[in-house]
């Protein structure tokens, strides 16, 4: 079995999955999750965003996200969104393939609520006065 057999079968995937599949797309809490078997290395890929113009926005988020996880959030040209993607080795036990994609799938939610999220300006924040 390959590696996107192998981590549809951990997870517990109930549609089946082609046993030559190189490429597949989950459907998970209403999104899609692409997972790519590149031989070596299973990668798994979400859309984020598809509005260039937050961009910067998410960006300064990723330098404090790279510490957390190993997800990786790049604008993806041919298809005009922002797409994070992580990878893991096809080799990876049962158990790691699991782990994988609960935690991609949780950061997919974290970067997804940042999308939803208006940004806050800061002359909307109440004046505050700090008395004795």
Excluded at 37 to 48: A, G
Excluded at 50 to 59: I, Q
Aim: glycine share 4%; hydrophobic share 45%; charged share 30%.
């Amino acid at each position: 079995m390959n590696a996107v057999g192998r981590l549809a079968s951990v997870i517990g995937y109930p549609q089946e999955v082609p046993a030559d599949a190189v490429d597949f797309t989950f459907k998970v809490d209403g999104g899609e999750i692409r997972a790519l078997d590149l031989e070596k290395r299973l990668v798994l890929l979400r859309e984020i965003s598809r509005e260039e113009d937050e961009l910067p926005r998410l960006a300064s988020y990723s330098v404090g996200r790279v510490l957390r996880e190993n997800a990786i959030l790049y604008w993806d040209e041919r298809i005009g969104a922002a797409v994070l993607s992580q990878e893991i080795p096809a080799s990876a036990t049962a158990h790691e393939l699991k782990v994988f994609f609960e935690t991609f799938a949780d950061s997919c939610d974290w970067w997804l609520a940042r999308t939803a999220a208006e940004p806050v300006d800061s002359a909307s924040f109440p004046e505050m006065v700090i008395r004795p």
